[in-house]
């Protein structure tokens, strides 16, 4: 039997050892870097709650039990455990009565305050890099999420391959081997034939599939490895929810469960939390409200979903679909929305499920609706589409969820598109509505909903309309109706500023709106200072350049909204080439996605022009950081839907709204009316539920009212 190179068999062996090992560093750099990240967030959370320890008395170290001399701490002119945290040991131990075991007492009750402020600070992750301490923890930060990232990517689909790996590698170090020619020469026949079995079997090895993609794991972990810091940040600025995710899971980030759970009572919650959900048909993310609010929609069964715009509704209905989808492939789901995002809708289930989704809309209508009634799936429709399809579901297929989109759109019992809806209460065995509407300051419009969903609710609810706005009303409403705010759940949002930009009219700006109050056409008068044709004499249309000539600057995306299409044509007419697209009432459902998804690939300082009935309902448009509006709006929840756009879940710059306002006009008369109805609403709880509550801030009287004044003021001036 010929003898085998044995050094070289050794060094074959060491090498499978060694390959094994790099393998499992992919796993082993998992635990590290979560450990990394947890110490890195939380020393960023106690530097940001260092100035809570202001708040606390020195007082306070009385309860402590050290014998901490109070007094003493307060005659040396400490006041407060800011004051002690910065103080030098040698300072406190100079204090009567304060020697190394009193200080190391106080050093520690203070890092215990510290410890317990800084569970409920909120990270914020900035990608601007203004040369300060924290600016720069941030963007570490990030750097260690992204290489994270990139590395759980790796693991998730190594993972497979280890226990087959550790299975060869095992076998063959268990095996006892000739090492040298001494051993061949004085080894058995059965030895020998081991021996060089092994040879031929790791040699097989080298050559496997295995080899192929364990070696390919370990390329792929090591580029994951080699992220820079620039690169992070600009991974972290497309994908900014994923990164809040990992900050959720690795114990970066904090929110009370209190606010993620509002005014559910403390029972249902804890059966809520304890659903257990499976996501194995789930591709994305959640955060921590977003599995309450998935494990709420199906351990309810029939409930109204109104968490505010950009808290990711849709994201929490695909995940109840996945649940269910993963216990029955042949399932089937109904989406009803508006048509404005049908295509939204069809893209989001693509992207964040296994389930196949159909659009019923239009010519392709009927074959749609056949293979999804045939095999399953997700069906997305309108409204408009359901007189289409309602007779071929009604008493006739069973869905595993109807999901209806914008479910204010059904708040008229009388409505035909109510009457459709409503006619597949039996066939569907969970319902999930949504809308971002406070619907508990329009209790009648949100007991019509009630209706459908949980009948034995709405009458009493009815009897309570005076407690809407008080914590009762709330709880009573627990089991059908979830709400959560941006504030509650989106600590990390960055801040938004609101800026009113009061431009001087020209004497062309004046001239047109003095022929419009003659021609007594309020809505030209709302056009003001973009009546004119050349808009080089318009002071609004001078100050738009210059708000996106300085965006561009700073590299900010700007999305400009008014309500008037001859507004939107001058506008983009003006901007020329830095307008990346515009979307209008006559842009069809397909062409507005596009628009985002081109809008959100355009280079920075580039403008998406949108009528704002169009663009600020139903779309995500978050790459934007500038929001301009043209003229006032009558419906103040037309502006706050439209912010919502840029201002959601996965904005990672500050928010800044312009608007565009000219003295002496209408533009004033309108602001002068909001502040009015601002101060009569005070007493609601957040801005959208203000919003909502004013409705329409003039009404025709208001107009004839005004329209008289300016006629007194501006036409006996004209000659």
Known sequence: MERPDL??????????????????EIFRDGERRKGEIHALSVRIRKESAGASLKTVSVEEL????AGIPVDALLAAGYTNLEELAQAENWELT?????????????????EEFLTRFAE???????VEDDGSQSSAEARDLIHQIAIFRGGEAVRRDAAGLQPELHGFTEEIRSRDLIENRVQWFFSNRAKKEQTVQTVYEIMDFLKSPLFERVTHFIELFHQTQQITKDEAVADFTRNAAAYYVLLEQLGGSHIPQTLVYDSVPEQLAHEIDAFPLDLTAFQGDLRTYQTFGTKYILHQGRVLLGDEMGLGKTIQAIAAMAHLYAGDPTAHFLIVSPLSVLVNWHREIRRFSTIRPYILHGEDLDTQFGKWRDGGGAAV????????IIDAIDNRMKLKLLVIDEAHYIKNPQAQRTKHIHRLDDESE???????????????????????????MSGELRDMAKMSRFPQFREKLAPAYLRRTREQVLKELPPIEEEREWCRMTEADSRAYVEAIRERSFPAMRRVSFLQEDLKTSSKAGRLQELC?????????VVVYSFFRETIDKVVGLLGD????????????VKRQTLIDGFADAPDGSILVCQIQAGGTGLNIQSASIVIFCEPQIKPSLENQAISRVYRMGQVRNVLVYRLLCEGSVDEAMVLRLEEKQAEFDAYADRSAMAEATENLVDQGWIKSFMEQESRKYLPMVV
């Open 94 to 110: 100079a204090i009567d009565g304060i020697g190394e075991k009193k200080a190391a007492a106080i050093r520690q009750i203070t």
């Open 381 to 388: 429709t309108n409204y408009e589409s359901m007189g289409r």
């Open 578 to 589: 830095s307008c990346a697209g515009v979307i209008t009432g006559e842009t069809d459902a």
């Open 120 to 126: 409920h600070e909120t990270i914020r992750l900035s």
């Open 62 to 65: 009385k309860n402590a039990g």
């Open 430 to 456: 969970r319902i999930l509505m949504m809308t971002g509407t406070p619907l508990e300051n329009h209790v009648e419009e949100m007991c019509a909903l009630i209706d459908f969903i949980r009948p034995d």
């Open 549 to 557: 000539g300085q965006a561009q600057s700073e590299g900010r995306k």
């Open 7 to 24: 050094r070289k068999l050794k060094e074959l062996v060491g090498s499978l050892s060694e390959l094994e090992q790099h393998f499992l």
